[in-house]
């Protein structure tokens, strides 16, 4: 089979696609929480509840595919990512209103779009590694960046929607970007898609819990996905804390900038990243994840502790698609079972690491800045597993010759 005679490239603007709608699902609910508040008299308390069964939800999914691997059709899992996806986001307009507990309602909504974004994380790039690609990892790193933009789309896109036709609307808009994945079955139900592993001989969940390297890139994607999620879901409350500005600045200065600073670092080496060898940059991005965590921790002025903030998001952009490229590259037959396994882990990691920050600021007095030294313990396990993989490997750490 000729790479020439199918058209990859409706493949990869599926998967593109498929990360925009996962990004949709992770950021335009939680928009959504005084508008619950008000109209269906949810307690805000109960409201934290919303992100915890969707990461839940996420965790499990990621199980089951890992334990299923092999009896996984990827053609019908990811279209079926698409329409949960679109049926959650339409089935918030009136879910809510038919049950006698709307909370009730809006968790059996989010459960279905979270089912939708734990295929779309497993399946979607081993699709994008099957196909025959130059730069497997600069592909991966493009790939993920759509997810940043995406974020990026949904804060700026929902808070401008806002602005001009009121809260009250926010049915109109759910509506609106579900159209994305419902387009996104088309293009995932006919583009060509390959096995990452011919006929189906990827390993087994026990042979890799054999593999030590394996273990160092599980604990490596866990770092990763912690280091990610807590500046994500803490930098709008850290902006509005240390800076004293309202919500829509909080969002705009906080997660929506995050997200921008974590899309272009995954731009820039989805373009340039044949010059440079991953291990190297990932150590290098690992520093300085570290020192933005410190940054943000310990600087007595605002503006600083917030450049912090940006920082880590240029910082962490690679870690997640770096991590899938070392790991496949390095256990090439870990086939589905590998790819589910990283997203479980990095999922563990995203949940966990920032529920660790708000107990730790719990405990030091409500004080946000000393939680934030949690994503410092995170950077240096980040750190350490990436030095761990290069003296197994014995990998180099310099710029190589080649330019694309």
């Known amino acids: 089979m000729r790479a020439t005679s199918k058209n990859y490239k409706q493949t990869q603007l599926a998967c593109y696609l498929g990360f925009v709608t996962q990004a949709i699902t992770a950021n335009f609910t939680p ?11 949810v307690p805000i308390t109960r409201l934290a509840l919303i992100p915890a069964v969707f990461y839940v939800v996420q965790l499990v999914v990621d199980f089951l595919c890992a334990r299923f691997a092999r009896r996984l059709d990827y053609r019908k899992g990811i279209v079926l990512s698409e329409i949960t996806s679109a049926l959650g986001l339409i ?4 879910v809510p209103a038919l049950t006698s507990d709307p909370f009730v309602g809006i968790l059996l909504c989010v459960a279905v779009y979270a089912m939708g974004s734990g295929l779309i994380e497993v399946l979607c790039s081993p699709i994008i590694e099957a196909c025959p690609f130059p730069n497997k990892e600069s592909m991966m790193s493009l790939l993920h960046s759509f997810y940043c933009w995406g974020a990026v789309a949904v804060i700026l896109g929902s808070t401008l929607f806002f602005t001009f036709f009121g809260l009250d609307n926010w049915r109109i808009l759910a509506v609106l970007w579900a159209l994305l994945p419902l387009y996104n079955i088309y293009n995932f139900a006919t583009c060509p898609i390959e096995p990452v592993v ?7 969940l026990g042979a ?5 390297i394996f273990w160092v890139c599980m604990l490596l994607m866990v770092a990763a996905g912690a280091s990610e999620s807590i500046m994500a879901q803490w930098t709008s409350a850290f902006a509005e804390d240390a800076l004293g500005v309202g919500k829509t600045v909080g969002d705009l200065a906080g997660p929506c900038g995050f997200a921008f600073c974590m899309g272009l670092s995954r731009l820039w080496y989805g373009k340039y990243g044949a010059r440079v060898k991953l291990p190297f940059f990932m150590l290098v991005s690992g520093v ?8 943000a921790a310990f600087s007595a002025l605002p503006a600083l502790a917030l450049a912090g903030c940006m920082s880590c998001g240029l910082a962490v952009g690679i870690m997640w698609p770096g991590t899938i490229s070392l790991s496949s590259a390095r256990i090439p ?7 589910a396994m990283l997203a479980l882990c990095g999922d563990l990691g995203g949940s966990t690491g920032p529920a660790l920050v708000g107990v730790v600021s719990r405990y030091a007095g409500d004080d946000l800045q000393t939680g934030i030294v949690v994503g410092a313990v995170f950077a240096i396990l980040l750190i350490s597993c ?15 010759k080649k330019r694309v």
Not at 31 to 37: A, C, D, K, N
Not at 91 to 94: E, P, R, V, W, Y
Not at 198 to 204: L, S, T, Y
Not at 333 to 339: E, R
């Open 31 to 41: 928009l959504l929480f005084l508008s619950f508040h008000r109209e269906y008299g």
């Open 91 to 94: 089935g918030l307009t009136f």
């Open 198 to 204: 011919p006929d189906n001989k990827g390993m087994k």
């Open 208 to 212: 890799l819990f054999k593999s030590g």
């Open 288 to 295: 300085l994840c570290l020192a933005s965590y410190l940054l």
């Open 333 to 339: 037959t870990g086939g589905t079972a590998l790819f």
């Open 386 to 400: 990436i030095l761990v993989l290069m003296l197994k490997t014995k990998e180099s750490c310099h710029i190589t």
